[in-house]
T-cell receptor
Framework: RKEVEQDPGPFNVPEGATVAFNCTYS??????FFWYRQDCRKEPKLLMS???SGNEDGRFTAQLNRASQYISLLIRDSKLSDSATYLC?????????FGTGTSLTVIP | GAGVSQSPSNKVTEKGKDVELRCDPI?????LYWYRQSLGQGLEFLIY????????KSGLPSDRFSAERTGGSVSTLTIQRTQQEDSAVYLC??????????????FGPGTRLLVL
């Protein structure tokens, strides 16, 4: 079983839409959780950390459910510039484990 | 610059040749990771360095792959006798010490390796 699993998509949504991505992880001892964004032919960049209490950064909201080992990312009022691949990342022990990413295209 | 740098940015080589990829982490970052990303695939962990501790080599796919980190800073990933399946983007990331798992990692731009 993979450490981190994501729906690869693709998600094609119109501008202004709300879109949600989900991720599950297999190790209950995992310590920290993140969402990264990766643009085509670029390196991954941190979007936001994810906390059990939930956290919000502008149009982006991340949630963690430790009991279900489930992480989510909600993007409201989608912009064209949000088009990218979104990577779910889990830190366990000394290693970061990456999901394969969910592709988002925001359509004008 | 203040970010992680990698060189070369692109490398084309012939099957069977050796290649060296370099990573300069952010100054003061004691943890350094190497990953590989094949086209359309997720990131594959290769090796992890933390300070002066022995590296975690558990992700290296074969004994043709090795890495060093000299002086706790610059790292070199070496691939010997390259094969076509080694073609990928090799990404380096560094992480600062202290708050341990709450600190995320920062990636370099990667080296795109193509083995002909």
């Amino acid at each position: 079983r993979k450490e981190v699993e994501q729906d690869p998509g693709p998600f094609n949504v119109p501008e202004g839409a709300t879109v949600a991505f989900n991720c599950t992880y297999s190790n209950s001892a995992s310590q920290s959780f993140f969402w990264y964004r990766q643009d085509c032919r670029k390196e991954p960049k941190l979007l936001m950390s994810v906390y059990s209490s939930g956290n919000e950064d502008g149009r982006f909201t991340a949630q963690l459910n430790r009991a279900s080992q489930y992480i989510s990312l909600l993007i409201r009022d989608s912009k064209l510039s949000d088009s990218a691949t979104y990577l779910c990342v889990v830190f366990t022990g000394n290693q970061f484990y990456f999901g394969t990413g969910t592709s988002l295209t925001v359509i004008p | 610059g203040a970010g992680v740098s990698q060189s070369p940015s692109n490398k084309v080589t012939e099957k069977g040749k050796d290649v060296e990829l370099r990573c300069d982490p952010i100054s003061g970052h004691t943890a350094l990771y190497w990953y590989r990303q094949s086209l359309g695939q997720g990131l594959e962990f290769l090796i992890y360095f933390q300070g002066n501790s022995a590296p975690d080599k558990s992700g290296l796919p074969s004994d043709r792959f090795s890495a060093e980190r000299t002086g706790g800073s610059v790292s070199t990933l070496t691939i010997q006798r390259t094969q076509q399946e080694d073609s990928a983007v090799y990404l380096c990331a560094s992480k600062r010490p202290g708050a341990a798992h709450q600190e995320t990692q920062y990636f370099g731009p990667g080296t795109r390796l193509l083995v002909l």
